[in-house]
Protein backbone atom coordinates (compact mmCIF):
# COMPACT_ATOMS: atom_id res chain seq x y z
CA UNK A 1 0.00 0.00 0.00
CA UNK A 2 1.50 3.62 -1.16
CA UNK A 3 1.06 5.15 2.35
CA UNK A 4 2.60 8.43 0.61
CA UNK A 5 -0.37 8.70 -1.86
CA UNK A 6 -2.93 8.32 1.05
CA UNK A 7 -1.44 10.95 2.61
CA UNK A 8 -1.06 13.35 -0.49
CA UNK A 9 -4.84 12.75 -1.59
CA UNK A 10 -6.06 13.01 1.86
CA UNK A 11 -4.24 16.53 2.81
CA UNK A 12 -4.91 17.75 -0.30
CA UNK A 13 -8.76 17.02 0.08
CA UNK A 14 -8.66 18.40 3.91
CA UNK A 15 -7.36 21.59 2.49
CA UNK A 16 -9.68 21.99 0.19
CA UNK A 17 -12.70 21.48 2.91
CA UNK A 18 -11.17 23.73 4.96
CA UNK A 19 -11.18 26.55 2.42
CA UNK A 20 -14.39 25.96 1.58
CA UNK A 21 -15.52 26.22 5.21
CA UNK A 22 -13.47 29.71 5.66
CA UNK A 23 -15.42 31.02 2.10
CA UNK A 24 -18.49 29.78 3.83
CA UNK A 25 -17.97 32.09 7.05
CA UNK A 26 -16.69 34.93 5.10
CA UNK A 27 -19.81 34.80 3.50
CA UNK A 28 -21.97 34.91 6.31
CA UNK A 29 -19.76 37.22 8.06
CA UNK A 30 -19.32 39.55 4.94
CA UNK A 31 -22.70 39.36 2.64
CA UNK A 32 -25.22 38.46 5.20
CA UNK A 33 -23.69 40.69 7.53
CA UNK A 34 -23.97 38.03 10.57
CA UNK A 35 -21.46 37.62 13.33
CA UNK A 36 -21.71 34.74 14.99
CA UNK A 37 -20.04 33.39 18.11
CA UNK A 38 -16.37 31.53 17.67
CA UNK A 39 -18.49 27.93 18.69
CA UNK A 40 -20.61 28.51 15.28
CA UNK A 41 -17.08 28.89 13.35
CA UNK A 42 -15.93 26.13 15.25
CA UNK A 43 -18.20 23.35 14.31
CA UNK A 44 -18.62 23.48 10.72
CA UNK A 45 -14.74 23.66 10.48
CA UNK A 46 -14.58 20.70 12.78
CA UNK A 47 -16.66 18.85 11.19
CA UNK A 48 -16.10 20.10 7.58
CA UNK A 49 -12.40 19.24 8.45
CA UNK A 50 -13.31 15.74 10.00
CA UNK A 51 -15.46 15.00 6.44
CA UNK A 52 -12.94 16.25 4.61
CA UNK A 53 -10.41 14.19 5.94
CA UNK A 54 -12.31 11.17 5.87
CA UNK A 55 -13.35 11.49 2.37
CA UNK A 56 -9.93 12.35 1.45
CA UNK A 57 -8.76 9.07 2.78
CA UNK A 58 -11.28 7.13 1.45
CA UNK A 59 -10.09 8.29 -1.81
CA UNK A 60 -6.65 8.29 -1.63
CA UNK A 61 -7.23 5.17 -0.09
CA UNK A 62 -8.88 3.71 -3.32
CA UNK A 63 -6.80 5.15 -5.36
CA UNK A 64 -3.70 3.67 -3.73
CA UNK A 65 -5.82 0.18 -3.94
CA UNK A 66 -6.40 0.35 -7.82
CA UNK A 67 -3.04 1.19 -8.35
CA UNK A 68 -1.28 -1.52 -6.17
CA UNK A 69 -4.02 -3.37 -8.56
CA UNK A 70 -3.19 -2.22 -11.70
CA UNK A 71 0.94 -2.79 -10.77
CA UNK A 72 0.03 -6.59 -9.58
CA UNK A 73 -2.02 -7.39 -12.75
CA UNK A 74 0.82 -5.87 -14.74
CA UNK A 75 3.73 -8.18 -12.61
CA UNK A 76 0.98 -10.93 -13.25
CA UNK A 77 1.14 -10.25 -16.99
CA UNK A 78 4.66 -10.39 -17.27
CA UNK A 79 5.29 -13.49 -15.16
CA UNK A 80 2.90 -15.11 -17.60
CA UNK A 81 4.76 -14.16 -20.55
CA UNK A 82 8.29 -15.50 -18.85
CA UNK A 83 6.57 -18.69 -18.20
CA UNK A 84 4.92 -18.79 -21.62
CA UNK A 85 8.38 -18.44 -23.30
CA UNK A 86 10.19 -20.95 -20.84
CA UNK A 87 7.75 -23.21 -21.88
CA UNK A 88 7.46 -22.65 -25.21
CA UNK A 89 12.05 -22.73 -25.15
CA UNK A 90 11.67 -25.71 -23.10
CA UNK A 91 8.82 -27.44 -25.92
CA UNK A 92 11.23 -26.40 -29.09
CA UNK A 93 14.32 -28.06 -27.12
CA UNK A 94 12.09 -31.27 -26.41
CA UNK A 95 11.40 -31.29 -29.76
CA UNK A 96 14.82 -30.84 -31.71
CA UNK A 97 15.98 -33.64 -28.96
CA UNK A 98 13.72 -35.52 -30.65
CA UNK A 99 14.48 -35.16 -33.78
CA UNK A 100 18.21 -34.46 -33.13
CA UNK A 101 21.13 -37.59 -33.00
CA UNK A 102 21.94 -37.31 -29.81
CA UNK A 103 26.05 -38.36 -30.76
CA UNK A 104 26.55 -36.53 -34.38
CA UNK A 105 23.89 -33.44 -33.06
CA UNK A 106 22.45 -34.06 -36.92
CA UNK A 107 19.08 -34.86 -37.23
CA UNK A 108 18.00 -38.52 -37.00
CA UNK A 109 16.15 -41.21 -39.29
CA UNK A 110 13.03 -39.57 -37.71
CA UNK A 111 13.76 -36.06 -39.22
CA UNK A 112 15.30 -37.61 -41.97
CA UNK A 113 11.63 -39.39 -43.24
CA UNK A 114 9.73 -36.80 -41.75
CA UNK A 115 11.91 -34.13 -44.59
CA UNK A 116 12.01 -36.51 -47.40
CA UNK A 117 8.37 -36.76 -47.41
CA UNK A 118 8.09 -33.27 -46.85
CA UNK A 119 9.77 -32.36 -50.36
CA UNK A 120 8.83 -35.16 -52.00
CA UNK A 121 5.29 -33.82 -51.39
CA UNK A 122 6.68 -30.01 -52.50
CA UNK A 123 7.39 -31.44 -56.04
CA UNK A 124 4.24 -32.36 -56.09
CA UNK A 125 2.87 -29.14 -56.11
CA UNK A 126 6.04 -26.88 -57.87
CA UNK A 127 8.48 -28.28 -60.84
CA UNK A 128 11.84 -28.26 -58.96
CA UNK A 129 15.28 -30.25 -58.49
CA UNK A 130 15.41 -32.39 -55.34
CA UNK A 131 19.00 -33.89 -54.90
CA UNK A 132 19.88 -36.44 -52.12
CA UNK A 133 23.25 -37.65 -51.15
CA UNK A 134 23.54 -40.95 -49.10
CA UNK A 135 27.22 -42.11 -47.82
CA UNK A 136 28.53 -44.49 -45.26
CA UNK A 137 32.16 -44.47 -43.68
CA UNK A 138 34.20 -47.47 -45.16
CA UNK A 139 35.30 -50.36 -42.71
CA UNK A 140 34.42 -48.36 -39.90
CA UNK A 141 32.98 -51.72 -37.91
CA UNK A 142 36.61 -52.65 -38.17
CA UNK A 143 37.89 -49.58 -37.58
CA UNK A 144 35.67 -49.30 -34.22
CA UNK A 145 36.53 -52.91 -33.09
CA UNK A 146 40.11 -52.45 -33.47
CA UNK A 147 40.26 -48.81 -31.79
CA UNK A 148 37.53 -48.82 -29.70
CA UNK A 149 33.83 -47.10 -29.09
CA UNK A 150 35.57 -44.20 -28.02
CA UNK A 151 37.78 -43.68 -31.20
CA UNK A 152 34.48 -44.67 -32.96
CA UNK A 153 32.66 -41.97 -31.96
CA UNK A 154 34.99 -39.60 -32.32
CA UNK A 155 35.34 -40.36 -36.08
CA UNK A 156 31.63 -40.36 -36.33
CA UNK A 157 31.94 -36.80 -34.97
CA UNK A 158 34.06 -35.49 -37.37
CA UNK A 159 32.49 -36.80 -40.41
CA UNK A 160 28.86 -35.35 -39.00
CA UNK A 161 30.94 -32.16 -39.16
CA UNK A 162 31.89 -32.35 -42.47
CA UNK A 163 28.71 -32.72 -43.41
CA UNK A 164 26.87 -29.64 -41.62
CA UNK A 165 29.67 -27.53 -43.20
CA UNK A 166 28.01 -28.21 -47.03
CA UNK A 167 24.28 -28.69 -45.60
CA UNK A 168 24.78 -24.54 -45.28
CA UNK A 169 21.52 -23.74 -46.91
CA UNK A 170 17.96 -22.92 -45.85
CA UNK A 171 16.04 -26.13 -46.86
CA UNK A 172 19.51 -28.25 -46.73
CA UNK A 173 19.46 -31.40 -44.23
CA UNK A 174 22.29 -33.35 -42.61
CA UNK A 175 21.27 -36.28 -41.20
CA UNK A 176 22.16 -40.01 -39.83
CA UNK A 177 20.37 -42.32 -41.37
CA UNK A 178 21.77 -45.07 -39.04
CA UNK A 179 25.21 -46.85 -37.79
CA UNK A 180 28.00 -45.18 -40.05
CA UNK A 181 25.35 -44.17 -42.77
CA UNK A 182 24.82 -40.69 -43.45
CA UNK A 183 22.55 -38.39 -45.95
CA UNK A 184 22.25 -34.52 -47.12
CA UNK A 185 18.96 -33.87 -48.73
CA UNK A 186 19.68 -30.39 -51.39
CA UNK A 187 16.14 -28.90 -52.33
CA UNK A 188 16.46 -27.11 -55.58
CA UNK A 189 19.82 -28.40 -56.31
CA UNK A 190 21.01 -29.44 -59.90
CA UNK A 191 22.35 -33.26 -60.60
CA UNK A 192 25.90 -30.99 -61.38
CA UNK A 193 26.14 -29.15 -58.60
CA UNK A 194 25.15 -32.45 -56.39
CA UNK A 195 28.13 -33.78 -57.64
CA UNK A 196 30.40 -30.85 -57.03
CA UNK A 197 28.82 -31.00 -53.66
CA UNK A 198 29.69 -34.84 -53.12
CA UNK A 199 33.18 -34.35 -54.51
CA UNK A 200 33.97 -31.78 -52.16
CA UNK A 201 32.11 -33.87 -49.26
CA UNK A 202 34.32 -36.58 -50.17
CA UNK A 203 37.59 -34.74 -50.30
CA UNK A 204 37.13 -33.21 -46.99
CA UNK A 205 36.59 -36.15 -45.33
CA UNK A 206 39.69 -38.04 -46.74
CA UNK A 207 41.40 -34.86 -45.69
CA UNK A 208 40.32 -35.88 -41.74
CA UNK A 209 42.90 -38.80 -42.22
CA UNK A 210 41.04 -41.49 -40.22
CA UNK A 211 42.35 -44.53 -41.17
CA UNK A 212 42.47 -48.20 -40.41
CA UNK A 213 46.11 -49.56 -39.99
CA UNK A 214 45.85 -53.45 -40.37
Not at 13 to 27: N, R
Not at 68 to 96: G, S, Y
Not at 127 to 153: V, W
Request: proline share 2%; aromatic share 8%; hydrophobic share 45%.
Amino acid sequence: MNYVMIWKYTLSTLFGSLLFVLIFLVQMILILDISPPLKLFLAPSIVGGAAGFLIGHWKARSKALYDALLQHQKQLEETITLKTQELERKNKDLKMLSATDSLTGLGNRRLFDIAIKNEWSRLTRVTSPLSLIMCDIDYFKQYNDTYGHQQGDNCLKAVADILKKHANRIGDLAARYGGEEFCIILPNTEYTNTLKIADSLRESIELLNIVLLV
